[in-house]
């Protein structure tokens, strides 16, 4: 699968983008393996208490996972994953 982080996750990934092979498996596993892999500054980030930060949008094939199942959502190897800071305006 094809993970995009924002520029503002980039400080902590050193990178804008990764391509893992997990096979079917869900959003929160997914996160897991990228805490691993780029440390406990990425998890505080997204995750508080068990749940996606409120400020935190992760979107999979362009669809948000707060309208799917939540960090439950499932994925596979084919899909595009979009990590994104929330957008609000006034």
Do not use: C, W
Not at 37 to 42: A, K, N, S
Not at 46 to 70: A, D, K, M
Request: without cysteine; glycine residues 10%.
């Amino acid at each position: 699968m094809s993970v995009r982080f924002s520029s503002a996750l980039s400080t902590i990934t050193k990178t804008r983008s990764a391509r893992l092979g997990m096979g079917n498996t869900t959003v929160q596993l997914l996160i897991g393996r990228l805490v691993s892999e780029y440390g406990r500054e990425l998890e505080r980030y997204l995750i508080h208490e068990g749940q996606l930060q409120r400020f935190v949008n992760v979107y999979v094939n362009g669809e948000n996972i707060r309208h799917l199942s939540g960090l439950n959502t499932e994925i596979s190897d084919a899909d595009e994953i979009s990590i994104l800071p929330a957008i609000s305006g006034g």
